[in-house]
């Protein structure tokens, strides 16, 4: 049977991003987005407002009422709050994601259980440095296009870099990896240990932000935290990080 607005008890306060998360309201909203979007697997109705439900009221917005900016927040009575208690469900929630390999996924599981780096930034960096794979520097095992340093084998390829507001195109040595599981582990090391990185490492409970860290300091691409942050939305990728395992 359909959830309708009137056969539930409106929020008593915001809940999400920058909200007052009450426990009761943050269950509520918890229990009727596993509802809404039959996400696998189900968040927890603990009253706890984790960065998994807030990505999963972002997510909710923007499929259900198509924002081009949400703000992972719910207003009592606000147009997500009647959307959600309304019983929506986005159709695009239900087609399932291009799925990524198994090995893959393993990796950066791996990855994240040593280093702390959020599973999802890794497939998401995975995703958009190499094409899922398919676009590395040749003979490299190096999707991440981590350059290398003195001493380290490497292979030479053309990249594109954007250096005073413009994208040049140079030559550079990128670190060759005797496997993919290997490049992963370096990935969550540099991420880890490089002082570029600290202040990403110190939202690595909330993915959306750490990816935001990232721009300027993993690239130069004045939008590659955004796109990250797509990446991992469309393609559900917080699933895979140590919370939801």
């Known amino acids: 049977m359909a959830i309708t607005p009137a056969a539930?008890?409106?929020?008593t306060a915001a809940v999400g991003r920058n909200a007052a998360n009450r426990a009761g309201d943050v269950r509520r909203v918890q229990t009727l987005l596993n509802a809404?979007?039959?996400?696998?697997?189900?968040?927890p109705a603990n009253g706890v407002c984790t960065p998994a439900t807030i990505a999963a009221i972002r997510r909710f917005q923007m499929r259900a009422l198509r924002m081009?900016?949400?703000?992972?927040?719910?207003?009592?009575?606000?147009?997500?709050?009647?959307?959600?208690?309304?019983?929506?469900?986005?159709?695009?929630?239900?087609?399932?994601?291009?799925?990524?390999?198994?090995?893959?996924?393993?990796?950066?599981q791996a990855a994240e259980a040593r280093c702390g780096v959020p599973a999802s930034i890794s497939l998401a960096q995975w995703i958009l440095e190499s094409a899922r794979g398919t676009r590395m520097p040749f003979g490299s095992n190096n999707p991440f296009g981590?350059?290398?340093?003195?001493?380290?084998?490497?292979?030479?390829?053309?990249?594109?870099?954007?250096l005073g507001g413009k994208c040049v195109t140079i030559n550079a040595r990128f670190r060759k990896f005797a496997s993919i599981a290997d490049a992963f582990a370096e990935h969550g090391r540099l991420?880890?240990?490089?002082?570029?990185?600290r202040l990403a490492m110190q939202y690595a409970g909330?993915?959306?932000?750490?990816?935001?860290?990232?721009?300027?300091?993993?690239?130069?691409?004045?939008?590659?935290?955004?796109?990250?942050?797509?990446?991992?939305?469309?393609g559900e990728l917080h699933r895979y990080d140590a919370e939801h395992a």
């Not at 909330?206 to 469309?234: K, V």
């Open 146 to 162: 981590i350059k290398a340093a003195a001493g380290q084998p490497y292979v030479v390829a053309c990249t594109r870099e954007v």
């Open 8 to 11: 539930l008890p409106n929020l």
């Open 191 to 197: 991420l880890a240990g490089n002082p570029a990185y």
């Open 68 to 108: 081009q900016v949400a703000d992972a927040r719910i207003d009592p009575d606000g147009p997500t709050w009647r959307a959600l208690a309304g019983g929506a469900r986005p159709a695009a929630l239900d087609q399932p994601s291009e799925a990524i390999p198994a090995p893959i996924v393993a990796a950066a």
């Open 36 to 43: 809404c979007t039959g996400a696998a697997p189900a968040l």
């Open 206 to 234: 909330d993915p959306d932000r750490f990816a935001a860290c990232l721009t300027g300091t993993y690239a130069t691409d004045p939008n590659y935290g955004a796109s990250l942050q797509e990446i991992m939305h469309q």
